[in-house]
């Protein structure tokens, strides 16, 4: 995959950018990855279940050159405090704490337990433009990119799907978060104006055209930090999978995204846990809700897909208790305002963003309002972004 753009200041920037921190800009190849928002459907992936993402323009941008050694050097125009990275090719598995070079060095090792040939080092400038542990999913969009410039620089020809399930692997794995294929999905499958409706179990996915009218999807910043690794993310995922392993003992499931609602109904005294009961019926409520809702979604129907959004934000925060007061803050003030059809937080939640489907015309109210609300109860602002639906990770052509 390659997408042809204009060079433009930001380009012009980073190249030179890479030059001083390198030496010189020759040879350089471009590439970018995407953040991704998850339209519904929270949780459901690493569940068995249907999740609804798009990619986005924010992203993530790199510059890339290979060497003639084994000498890989990064740097992060966002963590430039840390100036140049360097180690050897043959030190990938070594991980360096909290380092954003572990996302590179996993992929690296994924790739090469893979049976693909990474037989040199080389230079790689990065500057993500998603807001960091905003749920918009930067690690997956760094290991994406990291992905599609070793794809490119190599001459891999990784299959699209490897490479996906290789990024997952690499969080999984290497990072050591439980979490599903979501993210790396929607950012290696991503295409502009258009949302996925991905079976996580079979990986079989559609593609939606995302057709909105006079509404916006407008992406809501709690701007509250959190890491996954260290927040109850991998303590949902322990949950849902002794709530699956109990009712395993008489349902012949390998999935909770298998069942309806009225199944799971009958059969929550297997599970014999108020507090399993309630997080394995978020995973399976939701589940089914996202169904609904991209229907709804195909047929036009926004109101019915905003009360889904609703219905799904409360599950998340009264059944699967990931939000706070900061997303509930955004979420159900958005609610509330004029011309909102529907909001809920979107991504792993205890922080990050939340969404809402906007009118048009109300869009600038709607972010002071919102706005207002949330400084006056969470104490620091949150900001606001229109969202724009874009292509996945990808190669650039840079025209002149």
């Not at 999740?51 to 990064?74: H, M, N, Y």
């Not at 305002?337 to 009118?359: E, N, Y």
Request: aromatic content about 8%.
């Amino acid at each position: 995959m390659t997408v042809n753009v204009k060079k433009n200041e930001f380009l012009s920037n980073l190249t030179a950018k890479f030059a001083e921190v390198f030496g010189d800009a020759n040879a350089v190849t471009y590439f970018f990855s995407p953040g991704r928002i998850n339209l519904i459907g929270e949780h459901t992936d690493y569940n068995g279940g249907y999740v609804f993402p798009a990619s986005i323009t924010i992203g993530t941008t790199g510059l890339a050159r290979l060497r003639e050694d084994t000498k890989i050097r990064l740097f992060s125009e966002n963590f430039s405090k840390a100036g140049v990275i360097e180690f050897e090719l043959s030190d990938s598995s070594v991980k360096v704490d909290k380092s954003w070079a572990n996302y590179v060095k996993g992929m690296i090792v994924m790739l090469r337990e893979a049976h693909y040939t990474i037989d040199k080092g080389f230079d790689l400038l990065i500057k993500g433009e998603i807001p960091t542990a905003s749920g918009l999913s930067s690690s997956a969009s760094l290991e994406l990119l990291v992905g599609v410039m070793l794809d490119e620089l190599f001459g891999l020809n990784i299959p699209r799907l490897e490479l996906v399930q290789l990024g997952q692997k690499t969080e999984n794995d290497f990072i050591g978060v439980n979490s599903g294929i979501l993210d790396q999905f929607a950012i290696g499958f991503g295409e502009a104006n258009q949302a996925i409706l991905l079976d996580c179990n079979s990986l079989e996915y559609e593609m939606v055209p995302v057709e909105l009218g006079d509404y916006d999807i407008v992406i809501m910043n709690t701007n509250k930090p959190r890491e996954l690794t260290d927040s109850k993310y991998n303590e949902r995922f322990a949950e849902t999978r002794e709530a699956l392993k109990r009712l395993q003992n008489k349902l012949p499931i390998k999935t909770l995204g298998e069942l309806s609602n009225e199944e799971f109904d009958v059969n929550t005294a297997l599970i014999g846990d108020e507090t399993l009961i309630k997080r394995a019926r978020h995973a399976v409520y939701e589940n089914n809700r996202t169904k609904i809702a991209q229907q709804a979604f195909v047929a036009g129907d926004l109101v019915k897909f905003g009360e889904l959004l609703n219905a799904s934000h409360e599950s998340l925060k009264n059944d699967y208790e990931v939000t706070g007061i900061e997303l509930d803050t955004l979420a159900e003030t958005a609610q509330k305002q004029a011309g909102v059809l529907g909001s809920r937080m979107t991504g792993a939640g205890f922080g990050g963003c939340a969404i809402a489907l906007v009118k048009h015309d109300e869009v600038a109210k709607f972010e002071k309002n919102v706005g207002d609300e949330y400084e006056k109860v969470v104490g620091y602002p949150a900001s606001f972004y229109v969202a724009q639906i874009g292509s996945g990770a990808t190669k650039l052509t840079i025209e002149d």
